[in-house]
Structure formats: C-alpha cells, structure tokens
C-alpha cells in the first residue's frame, strides 16, 4: 500500500541552524501538507501546498518557514534559523483532493532543537 | 475560531468492553471530520473520514458518527483488544469563513488491558 515517507526520522541541531525536513508524498496526490505536534500537546497545521504554491498557511508558519517541491516526488519544509521552541514532531502528509479526502500522514520526523 | 474538544482525556478498560470516544466542535459548518490513531511516537493514522452530508461510516470494528447539528461526534470501538491501545484523534476541516485548515482535539489516550 503506497505510503507517505519522511526522512530524517529525528534531527537534532543547534539553536539558529537551518534545517530541511523531507517528505515523500504518495505518488498521486496533488495536495500536501506539514503539520507540526510540539510533545503533549495539539496537532497543528502549518501549511498546505498545491500546484507548486501554498494554498493556505497557519499564524505559525512565519517567515522563518518556507516549502518546496524541488522536484516531483520531493516535499520539504525548512526552518531557516531555529529556535528552541521549534522542537516537535513534524508530519508530512497528502491527499488527492484537498476538502474532501483523507489526508494520509507520514511517521514523522523529531526535530529537536538545542 | 474553530475549538475541538475530546472527552475523556485517557481510559483504561479491560479487554472486550466496548467504547465511546467523543469529540465535539465548535463551529458547525464543517466539511468534514477525520478520526486517526497515533501509537506513541509514531504518526497518525486515518482511521475513518465522514463527509458533512453523511450521519455514520463504519469500519470493521469501528463506527463513527456525525450530529453536524449539536457539533459532535462520536468513535465506536466494538470488542476492544489490547491492540486498539493508542491515541484517538478526531480533526475537524472547515468553519465559518471556508477555510480547509484542519483543527485536531488533544485526543483520548486509550488503554486497553487483557
């Protein structure tokens, strides 16, 4: 069964680095999506993103953020300049449709800020 | 704003017993509502989507149901197993205003113990 994939599985970096987050959406989905759970708490939304522009962002998704489709399996999310508040898991996922279909997630990758 | 709530918290039951989790919103003009389990650590994992035009969608073991009206849901989970320990997630899409942004509740921490 197709699956999304998201490397690393967990990244630990110094307060100010930038770091990528991959994605691997499934194959035929056209919307994606990055969500962010800080431990213990909400899953919150950060981003969607079709046709190669986002479609809809959170308050949370600053200019610190920005995503990618560099190529056509490829999803990135990148932090520019980390803050210890952007540890969390980070989740990827997609969907063929973007109001009325499941969303298929990724495992996830732990970023861990330091 | 959209607030979704999910009640109880956690609980713990013995093997067989069958459960109702609950999830209610605040905002009634949804597209939709998506039920996930998320094992600890791990991503989410869609368990059953319910459009707003629907009342129920049954899965195996599992029926969820909407009262799009009252702003509610609930998850059913027959015969529970030991398996079915995990956290339950139900995320509610669209609002007043039209936006797709999903909202999640904290989610009902479920044990289940043979």
Known sequence: ??????????????MGQEVILRCVPISNHLYFYWYRQILGQKVEFLVSFYNNEISEKSEIFDDQFSVERPDGSNFTLKIRSTKLEDS????????VGQRQETQ???PGT????? | KQEVTQIPAALSVPEGENLVLNCSFT??????????RQDPGKGLTSLLLIQSSQREQTSG??????DKSSGRST????ASQPGDSATYLCAVRGGTGGSYIPTFGRGTSLIVHP
């Open chain 2, 61 to 66: 073991r599992l029926n969820a149901s909407l």
């Open chain 2, 27 to 36: 905002d009634s003009a949804i597209y939709n509502l998506q039920w996930f």
């Open chain 1, 1 to 14: 069964e197709p699956e999304v994939t998201q490397t690393p599985s967990h990244q630990v970096t110094q």
């Open chain 1, 88 to 95: 969390a898991m980070y989740f990827c996922a997609s969907s």
């Open chain 1, 110 to 114: 732990r970023l861990l800020v330091l």
């Open chain 1, 104 to 106: 298929y997630f990724g």
């Open chain 2, 75 to 78: 998850l059913y989970i027959a």
